[in-house]
């Protein structure tokens, strides 16, 4: 199975701030990525796929960048309502699918 | 608006079969274009994919769940299952159903729709 690593496991920053948060997989994966946006009790929601496109309705503060085995997730000004736990995901070649261990982002 | 809905037992005894099934609105299952998934979440943990469904009933599951897991589909109802058998307290968790766009010679576009997600806690 294709391993992803997330980091920082958390971090908090303040409203306005420029965020960036880190997904690394264990082999090549081209652009086979995705990200997502977890609040508590609810399911998560599709923030970007394919490491940069972004999924329709989703605020364009949210960017991602990267491939092979380096990507990104960047919240350019930070909002109150960006506080939750966000996951990056790999769909590379067949399954099965893997999900990173989350990057929790809190508002300071 | 694509709604998906998942529905089965929030208790289940160990050793027993977790079922849930998942009912989709606002879409058919049908159309082609998709795959069906299901993922779950121990609670405070991370998400971990089990499996998933085409609606012509092709399916590939996780391999670390293939011996104890079924997916089925039903287009005339609209829904798919989820079959997990001898279940133990690890079993415990968040179960959603998922929908993702996936077309032939492209890469998947990631889980789009998401059911809100049902807790099944397996205990005797």
């Known amino acids: 199975d294709i391993q992803m690593t997330q980091s920082p496991s958390s971090l908090s920053a303040s409203v306005g701030y420029r965020v960036t948060l880190t997904c690394r997989t264990s082999?090549?994966?081209?652009?086979?990525l995705n990200w997502y946006q977890q609040k508590p009790g609810k399911a998560p929601n599709l923030l970007i796929y394919?490491?940069?496109s972004l999924q329709s309705g989703v605020p364009s503060r949210f960017s991602g960048s990267g491939s092979g085995t380096d990507f990104t997730l960047t919240i350019s000004s930070l909002q109150p309502e960006d506080s939750a736990t966000y996951y990056c995901?790999?769909?590379?070649?067949?399954?099965?699918?893997?999900f990173g261990q989350g990057t929790k982002v809190e508002i300071k | 608006q694509v709604q998906l809905q998942e529905s089965g037992p929030g208790l289940v005894k160990p050793s027993q079969t977790l079922s849930l099934t998942c009912t989709v609105s606002?879409?058919?299952?049908?159309?082609?274009?998709?795959?069906w998934s299901w993922i779950r979440q121990h609670p405070g943990k991370g998400l971990e994919w089990i499996g998933y469904?085409?609606?012509?009933?092709?399916?590939y599951y996780n391999p670390s769940l293939k011996s104890r897991v079924t997916i089925s589909v039903d287009t005339s109802k609209n829904q798919l299952s989820l079959k997990l058998s001898s279940v133990t307290a690890a079993d415990t968790a968040v179960y959603y159903c998922?929908?993702?766009?996936?077309?032939?010679?492209?890469?998947?576009?990631?889980?789009?729709?998401w059911g809100q997600g049902t807790l099944v806690t397996v205990s005797s």
């Open positions: 995901q790999q769909t590379y070649s067949t399954p099965p699918w893997t």
């Open positions: 606002g879409g058919s299952i049908s159309s082609g274009g998709y795959y």
């Open positions: 998922a929908r993702e766009g996936w077309l032939g010679g492209r890469p998947p576009t990631g889980f789009d729709y």
């Open positions: 394919t490491a940069s």
């Open positions: 082999h090549n994966i081209s652009n086979y």
């Open positions: 469904i085409y609606y012509s009933g092709s399916t």
